[in-house]
């Protein structure tokens, strides 16, 4: 769906955007992982055309990505949200998706479903500076995907929600995936990446440092940890328990028969196992060891 | 080219919406409406009569001072012993005082004038000028010449009429400096009224950060020129406005106010000159200015108003947009980035007001050439006629700084809109301009 090629955006004191290729699959839900700073917006303006990247390649369903014909497929939503505080909600939501190329009767079609779905009907006649903040995010999801792009892109789309009005937004870009959207989105919040995304990237320094599915990387950082919960004390294997709780044991195997070993204890003493499973790394620890690695590396190269 | 006019329809149609483009619409002539008839009305009514008291020690003046105008007259006193200037006035119930003693020419502590918070400029002109005419009087008198003779001559004036070389046509520059002025303040107005709208429309959407979300779907620079072009046609529909309701005030007017009509006939805007020169006149000479102002080219004068309003209002409401663009939320920084363009406009309408009176001077040709300034200039030239060469180079170097201007800001105005909570630096600026 999109293919991005060595794109970089350097400004007068940074590189924002130094050298990055991603592939996004259709219908897939991207993240854009990083801390503030670390080139996700300037990325995602290059994608929404609002900014030419100074050098690389924006492929865009296998062409070249050309801003005015491909915006009517995209649906972006900034990180700064904003719209037309002393315009009618109903005029304004009319306005940006006859902006997105729609006709006027497909609009009305639109914010006539968009409307039904998340009980905006009552909206119409009021202005913006009415709304509270959760309302106006809220009619601002909607604006942003009226015209049903097939790329949608959402720069922090959960910053500022309240958790009511977050699950009603998550919900809506889980049904927009299914339905085939390609949802691209940032945040600097790991535990909603690990929730929603299936394939993310790891940006730093505007460098991806991590790509993949989410997975495959857990996978690739995992560190054969391992949780057992006992009815009894186990009294063994003290040289792989690294964490212990009442008769909940953290394992670290050093090589793959020691599962074999410790399961096998257990049964072979009448130990029963309550609970047993493998401990993956949060993708925040994944981050932290990645970002500071990194951050080493830049330090051992500079010194 | 469909999506820039959904952006000029909506800049339009919410600003036509407001109430508040309704009351300036139908206020502003009112007001402009109110102020002409009260001066007018003002100034038909006589005002009080002042009386002022001649204390002529010189006894030069002797009895010679005696006419009297419907503003002044004369009263000869005398000072009682160790009476004050205020007292003399109170008692023989003056307003001014004027005190000759003896003279000999030249002097001008020789002639005093009084009066309870200083003397008008207007009263001491009308002293100063019957003074002299007495003085004169007296001279030729002590040269020989009779009090016949005098009279007869001063009777007497000659008369003259200007001709404009190209067309062989009788001008009037009174009525051409009046039409000038009135036409170059009007579109100084415009340009800062109405370019001042576009960089509060931009700001607004800067600081509500909906540019963001409307650049996505459509360009910069469509967005930029949607404005420009919406709030344009916001103050075109107002002047049309503005023009229906003065033309029906005008024809409604001698109505409300019976008598009135007449001095306002002409229904141009008038600079004093002309309005004190009117008041002077007979019904005959107030036919030749209406015929004068009749005379005028108003075809070439009201289609080269609506070209330099349209090119002065593009030219600078794209430079507006660009300083909207940079400012953040604090309105002080508006108010520095906006005096490299307040500046060329002052700058213009200094050089208009020199034009009316010499509308051929070297500093008036190239002000109504350099498009910063020609809107403002060369309106102020044209009633008095301006060669085809110039009017033309004119409007090519407006046309070009026009689109020169635009190319500019736009580059600006496209990075600007995306910069929040951050002051930008004219050596920056200068960097987005030169980036392609």
Same mark, same amino acid.
């Given at each position: ?22 592939t ?67 005029e304004? %939501? ?117 790509n ?34 009442? %008769? ?49 590396r ?6 | ?7 000029i ?30 001066? +007018? ?11 002022? @008291? ?5 006894? #030069?003046?002797?009895?010679k ?5 419907? *503003? ?20 023989? /119930? ?8 003896? #003279? ?67 001008t ?7 039409i000038?002025?009135?036409?170059? #303040? ?29 650049v996505?779907s459509?360009?910069?620079?469509q ?8 709030? &344009? ?6 002047? +049309? ?35 004190? @020169?009117?008041?002077s ?25 609506? #070209?330099?309003?349209?090119? &002065? ?11 909207? *663009? ?13 005096i ?13 007001a ?22 403002i200039?060369?309106? @102020? ?29 736009a580059? +600006? ?8 909570? /951050? ?14």
């Open positions: 769906m999109l293919e991005l090629q060595h794109l970089k955006k350097y400004y007068a004191t940074q590189k924002a955007v130094d050298d990055i290729s991603l996004i699959r259709e219908g897939s839900i991207f993240g854009l992982l990083g801390p503030n700073g670390a080139g996700k917006s300037s990325l995602l303006r290059m994608v929404t055309g609002i900014t030419m990247p100074d050098e690389g390649k924006i492929m865009m369903g296998g062409e070249a990505f050309d801003p005015v014909k491909h915006s009517r497929y995209i649906g972006y939503m900034p990180e700064e949200r904003g719209l037309y505080k002393k315009m009618k909600i109903g304004q %939501t009319l306005y940006l998706a006859q902006l997105k190329g729609l006709s006027k009767i497909e609009s009305m079609q639109k914010i006539k479903y968009w409307f039904d779905k998340l009980d905006m009907n009552s909206w119409w006649n009021k202005k913006v500076e009415d709304l509270s903040k959760g309302m106006s995010q809220k009619l601002q999801f909607v604006t942003t995907v009226i015209h049903d792009p097939k790329l949608l892109i959402l720069d922090e789309p959960f910053s500022g929600l309240d958790p009511v009005n977050s699950e009603v937004i998550k919900n809506e870009i889980f049904e927009l995936a299914q339905k085939g959207t390609t949802i691209l989105f940032s945040t600097h919040r790991m535990e909603q990446v690990e929730e929603i995304c299936e394939d993310i990237a790891l940006v730093h320094q505007g460098k991806v440092i991590l993949g599915s989410v997975v495959e990387i857990k996978q690739q950082f995992k560190e054969n940890k391992f949780r057992l919960e006992t009815d009894q004390a186990l009294n063994h294997f003290d040289e792989l328990i690294i964490d212990q709780k009442n %008769t909940t044991y953290t394992f670290q195997y050093k090589e793959p028969e020691n599962a074999k070993q410790v399961l096998g204890y257990c049964l072979s003493h009448d130990i029963q196992i309550l609970n047993y499973q493998e401990l993956l790394p949060s993708l925040n620890d994944i981050f932290i060891r990645k970002v500071e690695g990194s951050a080493a830049t330090f051992s190269i500079n010194s | 080219m469909n999506k820039i006019w959904l952006i329809k909506r800049e339009y149609l919410t600003r036509v919406r407001k109430k508040s483009f309704l009351v300036t619409t139908i206020l502003i002539p009112l007001l402009i409406f109110g102020l002409m008839t009260s001066m +007018i009305v003002l100034s038909l009514k006589s005002e009080q009569k002042q009386t002022i @008291a001649v204390l002529d020690d010189s006894g #030069f003046f002797k009895h001072l005696d006419t009297s105008s419907e *503003s002044y007259s004369f009263k000869y006193v005398d000072r009682m012993q160790g009476e004050s200037n205020k007292q003399l006035i109170e008692r023989t /119930k003056s307003d001014i005082l004027l005190h000759v003693f003896p #003279f000999n020419g030249m002097d001008a502590d020789s002639i005093l004038l009084y009066k309870e918070g200083g003397v008008s400029l207007s009263a001491k002109s009308y002293i100063g000028d019957e003074l002299n005419t007495q003085y004169q009087i007296r001279l030729l008198e002590s040269a020989g010449i009779d009090k016949v003779q005098i009279d007869s001559i001063n009777s007497r004036s000659l008369q003259m009429k200007s001709y404009d070389l190209e067309n062989n046509k009788e009037n520059s009174e009525i051409a400096s009046s000038g002025y009135a036409m170059g #303040f009007l579109i100084y107005i415009i340009i800062f009224i109405y370019g001042a709208g576009v960089m509060r429309g931009v700001m607004e959407e800067k600081t509500n950060r909906i540019a963001e979300v409307i996505s459509v360009k910069p620079f967005l930029m020129m949607g404005k420009i072009i919406g709030i &344009g046609l916001v103050g075109l529909t107002q002047f +049309i406005m503005w023009g229906v309701l003065m033309l029906i005030l005008q024809l409604a007017l001698p109505l409300l106010i019976p008598g009135l009509g007449e001095s306002m006939h002409t229904g141009m805007p008038m600079s004093p000159d002309v309005q004190t @020169a009117m008041q006149i007979d019904e005959n000479d107030k036919m030749k200015i209406y015929n004068a102002i009749m005379d005028q080219n108003w075809g070439m004068i009201l289609s080269c108003f609506l #070209f330099y309003f349209l090119g &002065g209002y593009f030219l600078y409401a794209a430079m507006f947009a660009a300083v909207g *663009s940079l400012v953040n939320e604090d309105p002080q920084e508006a108010q520095q980035l906006t490299p363009i307040t500046m060329p406009i002052i700058f213009g309408f200094i050089i208009m020199t034009s009316v009176k010499d509308p051929n001077s070297s500093l008036s040709i190239f002000g109504s050439l350099f498009p910063l300034t020609s809107p200039v060369m309106m @102020a030239r044209i009633p008095y006629g301006v060669p085809l060469w110039q009017l033309i180079l004119s409007m090519v170097f407006l046309v070009l700084g026009f689109v020169l201007m635009t190319w500019l800001s580059k +600006i105005y496209r990075t600007g809109i995306l910069l929040y909570g /951050k002051k930008v630096s004219w050596k920056e600026i200068i960097k987005w301009m030169r980036y392609s």
